[in-house]
């Protein structure tokens, strides 16, 4: 969701003809794109602000966006009084007003919802992956999670803003679109004849698409994994066989307190229709460790499930008590140094199941959508149908096909290798 309201800011640049630069020293402008569901990297805005003010040059027109900024609101200016705006994630179309009149300081940080879908300029250039929003906000008030304070309550965009939004990416570059949404498998949209639109009735329409290769969509709640939407994965080849369904704690109890009221048979239920559909389709999950009265042994049942389901490409992260939420009031808060052993563990357990995954598709051909060079300059970096990262040695003749059979040769933990089947 980030990088896609960042693209965004920087296409609001892009059209007033700035251009970026990687040196802060450099710049006319500087915007710090933030995220407060975890606090560390809440934390770190305040400090990386300090050092903007003093790196940059004395008249350039500096702010924050995103989550951290609608959560520290009017107090961010007096952290940084040489802030010239703070907007919050639903209100960083206003930034043209601070370009306009760079005298002028900007708050808002209202939660306004789907009014900034309307107001930002057109698109006029998609990148190969093309990020979609939509739906804004979430319903589902876990209680570890500022989501809903940051973001507010959950609104679906209508089924024609999001295809107009998804014929012009894929007329302008997008090969792979992402439907994005804080909780994107209950998009929902009711229009004014009474007809009901699901993001299955968006896959649908997408796949029409010759441009369009590729399809994916995150993050989905499990519950909302709704049959006409399993069915897309047996019947639309364009979607893609990986999807993150988040299920946070194999532990009934933890489930509970965190207010995701589904079971584990639930849950592994969904991933045999899943498995039914589209017998190759990998699963992906998010998992907080430490989550307030976790014990060992709801911990077990956390390693348990991820080797059960057998998940690839997952993240883990500490629990974290932030500002708003239930959890960060609940008794038997865990220490951190539990936290922190708890979380090497399941990494370590995640990583050996990538590992054994990565080496099974040892000589397979994969379609796969190239993604740019890798850190070296030297290979060519792809993203497997599963979302793994695969180097190819550059071809001959300098060519980097944008989708390209590729032989797998070999697999580690991280990435996998191979080498172009027509070349
Ligand atoms: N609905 C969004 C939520 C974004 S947060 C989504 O599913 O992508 C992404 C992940 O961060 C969550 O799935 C959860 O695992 C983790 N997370 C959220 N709040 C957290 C907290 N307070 N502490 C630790 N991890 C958290």
């Known amino acids: 969701m980030n990088v896609y309201d960042s693209w965004r800011i920087a296409a609001m640049l892009d059209a007033r003809d700035m251009i970026a630069t990687n040196d802060v020293a450099d710049a006319d402008i500087i915007i710090l794109n933030t995220c407060s569901v975890r606090e560390k990297a809440t934390n770190k805005v305040f400090s990386e602000l300090g050092r903007i003010r003093d790196t940059k040059k004395p008249d350039a027109i500096f702010g924050i966006v995103g989550c951290v900024a609608r959560e520290a609101g009017a107090n961010a200016f007096h952290r940084i009084p040489e802030l010239n705006f703070v907007l919050g994630p639903q209100s960083y179309h206003k930034l043209p007003m601070i370009l306009d009149d760079p005298d002028t300081r900007l708050l808002n940080i209202d939660l306004t919802g789907l009014e900034k879908f309307d107001e930002l300029p057109q698109m006029t250039h998609a990148p190969v992956v093309s990020y979609i929003p939509i739906q804004e906000g979430c319903n589902h008030c876990c209680t570890y999670c500022i989501v809903p304070y940051t973001r507010g309550r959950e609104i679906s965009r209508s089924f024609d803003d999001v295809m107009r939004d998804t014929t012009t990416a894929a007329k ?204 070296t300059g030297r290979h060519l970096l792809y993203r497997t149908p599963y979302m793994q990262q695969c180097i190819v040695a550059k071809p001959k003749d300098g060519t980097a096909p944008t989708m390209a059979e590729i032989k797998i040769t070999a697999a580690n933990r991280a990435s996998l290798r191979g080498k172009f089947v027509l070349y």
């Open 172 to 375: 302008t570059g997008a090969v792979e679109i992402c439907f994005l949404g804080q909780n994107v498998n209950g998009y929902k949209y009711t229009d004014e004849n009474g007809k009901t639109f699901k993001l299955s009735d968006l896959i649908r329409a997408t796949a029409q698409m010759p441009e369009i290769q590729r399809i994916r969509f995150t993050s989905s709640y499990p519950t909302e994994m709704t049959d006409d939407l399993i069915e897309m994965f047996a019947v639309e080849p364009k979607l893609l066989p990986f999807l993150n369904m988040p299920i946070q704690s194999g532990s009934p109890d933890v489930l509970e307190r965190m207010n995701r009221p589904y079971s584990l048979d639930g849950y592994l239920e969904i991933i045999n229709k899943l498995r039914n559909a589209r017998p190759d389709i990998q699963i992906s999950s998010d998992f907080i460790v430490g989550f307030p009265g976790e014990t060992d042994a709801d911990f077990e049942q956390t390693l348990d499930i991820a080797r059960r389901v057998r998940y690839i490409n997952s993240y883990s992260f500490k629990y974290s008590p932030r500002p708003h939420t239930a959890a960060a009031l609940m008794p038997n808060q865990v220490p951190e140094n539990i936290k922190r052993e708890r979380l090497a563990i399941l990494d370590n357990t995640l990583n050996e199941i990538q590992r054994e995954f990565n080496e099974t598709c040892i000589n397979k051909v994969l379609i796969c959508l190239y993604e740019g060079a890798d850190k």
